[in-house]
């Protein structure tokens, strides 16, 4: 059975700066993409950034430059580093992982705070 569990949220000031981590129970390249999303009160969830089972990345425009998604293999986790951030990023924010022809996986979600 797949597992996400996410860590890393919190209470920050704007301009901080978070890593948020997801960790899989099993392989991640056993995917065909991960990601992040994130939902704020009132919103629609909305991709963040995601990576794809080749290495290749993608990330919503709001986030460029401030926001990179990585991965550990041998950890089984995928990272998304959080720079500069902005009152517009709190959220709850979802790992996501997918595969083929199957309904995709979420984590529990983790809150990320941004006080300005």
């Known amino acids: 059975q797949v597992q996400l569990v996410e860590s890393g949220g919190g209470l920050v000031q704007a301009g901080g700066s978070l890593r948020l981590s997801c960790a899989a129970s099993v392989s991640i390249f056993s995917f065909t993409t991960m990601g992040w999303y994130r939902q704020a009160p009132g919103k629609q969830r909305e991709l963040v950034a995601g990576?794809?089972?080749?290495?290749?990345?993608n990330y919503a425009d709001s986030v460029k430059g401030r926001f990179a998604i990585s991965r550990d293999g041998a950890k089984n986790t995928v990272y998304l580093q959080m720079n500069n951030l902005k009152s517009e990023d709190t959220a709850v924010y979802f790992c996501?992982?997918?595969?083929?022809?199957?309904?995709?996986?979420w984590g529990q979600g983790t809150q990320v705070t941004v006080s300005s």
């Open positions: 996501n992982a997918g595969r083929t022809f199957n309904p995709p996986y």
């Open positions: 990576i794809s089972s080749g290495g290749g990345t």
